[in-house]
């Protein structure tokens, strides 16, 4: 199941190499636009345009909202530029991960650094 994902540096952050690299990190890959459509098959809703694997940036929408375009469903922007920044959708591959971020001194208050345990996944 697909899963949206912010660089704890804040929104829209992440170019695509830094999308899959974020997924990675969580011991997950880019969700490929399938795998972002099953999510939304099964609920998800999550106002942030994101990289799939296939670089088409989207985002799944339940019910329409002024603010997100007013649409329903997982609305494409299409195939985008590689170095364009959005948030990602990750899929969790075999295994476990858990998320959580800290303060990085150096980045002062909205610095984080993202760290990556194992853990089950219920």
């Known amino acids: 199941m ?11 952050t992440l170019n695509y190499t830094e999308g899959e690299a974020e997924c990675n990190r969580l011991g997950a890959t880019l969700a490929t636009y399938f795998q972002l459509y099953a999510a939304w098959t099964e609920g998800l809703q999550h106002c942030r345009p994101g990289w799939t694997k296939d670089g ?3 985002y799944p929408m339940q019910v329409k909202q002024l603010e997100c375009g007013d649409k329903a469903g997982v609305i494409s922007l299409g195939v985008q530029n590689p170095k ?3 948030d990602a959708y990750c899929a969790p591959r075999a295994g476990e991960f858990n998320i959580h971020c800290e303060k990085h001194e150096s980045w002062g208050e909205k610095g984080r650094h993202t760290h990556t345990d194992r853990k089950s996944v219920v």
Do not use: D, M, T
């Not at 697909?2 to 829209?12: I, L, M, N, T, W």
């Open 84 to 86: 364009n920044r959005y």
């Open 56 to 58: 088409i940036v989207a």
């Open 2 to 12: 697909a899963f949206p994902v912010e660089s704890c540096r804040g929104k829209f």
